[in-house]
Every structure is written in structure tokens, then in C-alpha cells.
């Protein structure tokens, strides 16, 4: 049963950097036909999604957000990670890391998040 | 504002049937599978339909999903007071503005 846990900040200033990583256990973090996903939600708001990134290496950023977003992997530490550059109070939310579980044939635009982190709640203030 | 279009809110007895509606566009729906998430209170958002109409191991039959054109639509019969949560629809969007997007969510409220 894989398990993701996200750590990082639980508060950042304004314009400044933020910084979160997701770790996973029970499973391994590189395999074919799989992506990494991070999604968030600002207090008492809807889903937004993120961005995601493919075993290929690719990665798929959320329009609105893409000039300031990366994502990458660490498969040596089990890590995937989540920059979101130059942020406000608007980027104050709960951000979570997703996957879809292994074993399949799959590809970003399926949106399948079987495994969900718990959460972690970044603070956008001074 | 969501590409997604989902009521605010849907009410029902328990025991009852409720159908929660999510409507969009044929870059996304229209061309895409969908996906559909119970989130309860405080907790993360759990995935109950992928690929329009499968579900998961452990979901129960009582969570239904179908899509037609574009839109799809989630349904929970049996309703039960654990149900109460919000509900979100995802699916990816073909658009100039490509990438992955969630209804705007359906609180769910068990009478």
C-alpha cells in the first residue's frame, strides 16, 4: 500500500519561495506509465490542481500557475517535490501530494489520484 | 471559477438517491475520462469513480458514475449519513489551457 506524506514550511513570506516535499513509502517512486501529482485547496475553496509529473521526466503545470511552479523527483531519497515561486497570500492553502496506483497502464490526463497525503497547510504571510 | 460546473449543494433523505451533475465542454468532459472524489471534513480528498464509471477496490456499488457528451454525473444510492462531504469532479482539459481541473465541488447533505 503506498503512503505519501508532505513536509515542508507551514508558512512562507510574501514573494518568497515555496518549498514541499512528498515522501513515499510502501512503493516504489520510479516505475513506467506513472505520474506525480499536487493538488490544493485554500481554506473553505475547491480542489485546484497543479501540476503533475511523468515517469518520462515530463511535467504538466496548471496554466495559471506555471510560470512560477516546478516539480521534480529524487527517486535516491523516495522524494518528489513541489516550488511554487514569488508567492502571495492567494497561495495560502492546504497542498496535497497524489499518485495513481501501480501496476497500470496510465497517463496524467486520466486525473486517477488513488493515494492522497494528508495535507500540509502553507501560510502565505509577513 | 471552475471549467467545471457542479451544483453547490444537494440534499436527500437517508435511504434516498441523490445524483450530483458536473458539466463541461468538449475539451474536457467531452474528450476525456472523469474522475469523481468524496472529501469529509478535514480529511483528504478520497478518489470513489476513475475512467467515467470504475470504481476502486473497496468502494461500495452504491457510488455510480456515467458520463454523456459532456457532461457526467455521480450518483449514491442508499444514501447514509457518512456520506455527508463534499464532492469534486476532475478531468483534463485539451484546451489551449491544457491541464488537469476540478469542478468547483457538491456539499452533500444527509437530511
Known amino acids: 500500500q503506498l503512503q505519501l506524506q508532505e513536509s515542508g514550511p507551514g508558512l512562507v513570506k510574501p514573494s518568497e519561495t515555496l518549498s514541499l516535499t512528498c515522501t513515499v513509502s510502501?512503493?516504489?517512486?520510479?516505475?513506467?506509465?506513472?505520474?506525480w501529482g499536487w493538488i490544493r485547496q485554500p481554506p473553505g475553496k475547491g480542489l485546484e490542481w497543479i501540476g503533475s509529473l511523468y515517469y518520462t521526466g515530463s511535467t504538466y503545470y496548471n496554466p495559471s500557475l506555471k510560470s512560477r511552479v516546478t516539480i521534480s523527483l529524487d527517486t535516491s531519497k523516495k522524494q518528489f517535490s513541489l516550488k511554487l515561486r514569488s508567492v502571495t497570500a492567494a497561495d495560502t492553502a492546504v497542498y496535497y501530494c497524489?499518485?495513481?496506483?501501480?501496476?497500470?497502464?496510465?497517463?496524467?490526463?486520466?486525473?486517477?489520484?488513488?493515494?492522497w497525503g494528508q495535507g500540509t497547510l502553507v501560510t502565505v504571510s509577513s | 471559477q471552475s471549467v467545471l460546473t457542479q451544483p453547490p449543494s444537494v440534499s436527500a433523505a437517508p435511504g434516498q438517491k441523490v445524483t450530483i451533475s458536473c458539466s463541461g465542454s468538449s475539451s474536457n468532459i467531452g474528450n476525456n475520462y472523469v474522475s469523481w472524489y468524496q472529501q469529509l471534513p478535514g480529511t483528504a480528498p478520497k478518489l470513489l469513480i476513475y475512467?467515467?464509471?470504475k470504481r476502486p477496490s473497496g468502494i461500495p456499488d452504491r457510488f455510480s458514475g456515467s458520463k454523456s457528451g459532456t457532461s457526467a454525473t455521480l450518483d449514491i444510492t442508499g444514501l447514509q449519513t457518512g456520506d455527508e462531504a463534499d464532492y469534486y469532479c476532475g478531468t483534463w482539459d485539451n484546451s489551449l489551457s491544457a491541464g488537469g481541473v476540478f469542478g468547483g465541488g457538491t456539499k452533500l447533505t444527509v437530511l
Open positions: 497524489a499518485s495513481p496506483p501501480r501496476g497500470i497502464v496510465i497517463v496524467p490526463a486520466a486525473m486517477r489520484f488513488d493515494y
Open positions: 475512467d467515467n464509471n
Open positions: 510502501g512503493g516504489s517512486i520510479s516505475s513506467s506509465s506513472y505520474y
